[in-house]
């Protein structure tokens, strides 16, 4: 039996990028009010991978809303860097990568990379210098002067999470953004997030309706309730850091699997 769920993890002050504490969060509707999130009280460290799955409407997408000040708790606290969440917003602390690539089809991929840059009041040559990068860190690299309607749909999302990387954010919001595709793309996806994270050192939060993704990804997963979303459960992954795909025939990723599983019935039983 893996003993994470024993194990006390350490973190500095000085190391958590988001702390909620005690976050509820309701959505005031013609049909009255929606409860979308109820106590979650988490922290997240410097360079964590943090992977949040649960049922559809659990949640899961409004909590990584309100780390990026899109949607603001009823009560409880949000705090990034140390600040709140609108101050994090306007010192652009994060990148924010949603579920639909969101790329303009009249500009070119250099071009759409290159629109958060030229916002921000980058000069020509900077912004050529960035764009480069990024290419490089998703394997985009000669790509730059195609249009989005010419790459696959793998190849768009890649591009999008180049634009979020682009002014260099430690903190990248990922709201399943993978999940559209197929199967042999996602595999090749998940392989390439992991290269770029080990990479770039970035904290990474992830939003997943796929258990073995969240798995494969994630230094911790978060499991939630469903609505009002709570938090059922916290995994520490006990898998290396460095897994090639064929990791998830193993023992200790299928125990994980299966304890994310039974989180997820729990939270279901629990519902009344």
């Given at each position: 039996m893996i003993n994470t769920g024993q194990r006390e993890r350490q973190i500095l002050k000085t190391d958590t990028v988001i702390s909620a504490k005690d976050l509820s969060l309701t959505f005031q509707t013609g049909d009255g009010p929606v409860h979308a999130l109820k106590d979650v009280?988490?922290?997240i460290a410097k360079g964590d991978f943090v992977s949040f799955i649960?049922?559809?409407g659990c949640g899961k997408t409004t909590l990584l809303r309100a780390m990026a000040?899109?949607?603001h708790p009823t009560s409880g606290t949000m705090t990034v860097n140390g600040t709140t969440a609108e101050e994090a917003r306007r010192a652009r602390a994060y990148g924010y990568v949603f579920q639909a690539a969101g790329l303009y089809p009249w500009r070119t991929i250099?071009?759409?990379i290159s629109l958060p840059l030229e916002i921000m009041g980058y000069d020509k040559a900077e912004q050529a210098r960035r764009i480069q990068r990024v290419l490089e860190l998703v394997e985009l690299e000669g790509f730059e002067k195609k249009y989005p309607w010419q790459l696959s749909g793998g190849?768009?999302?890649r591009a999008s999470i180049a634009r979020a990387l682009a002014f260099d954010a430690d903190l990248l919001l990922m709201d399943e953004p993978f999940g559209a595709l197929d199967e042999i793309v996602r595999d090749h996806l998940n392989e390439q997030l992991l290269k770029l994270w080990e990479r770039t050192n970035k904290t990474i939060c992830f939003v997943t309706?796929?258990?073995?993704e969240a798995v494969y990804l994630s230094t911790r997963i978060v499991v939630m309730s469903p609505r009002p979303g709570r938090i059922s459960d916290v995994i520490e992954s006990p898998l290396p850091r460095e897994r090639p795909l064929d990791i998830r025939d193993t023992?200790?990723?299928i125990e994980v699997a299966h304890r994310?599983?039974?989180g997820l019935r729990a939270g279901h039983s629990d519902d009344v």
């Open positions: 009280t988490l922290d649960g049922p559809s000040d899109l949607e250099a071009g759409n190849m768009q999302q309706h796929s258990i073995p023992p200790e990723f994310v599983r039974d």
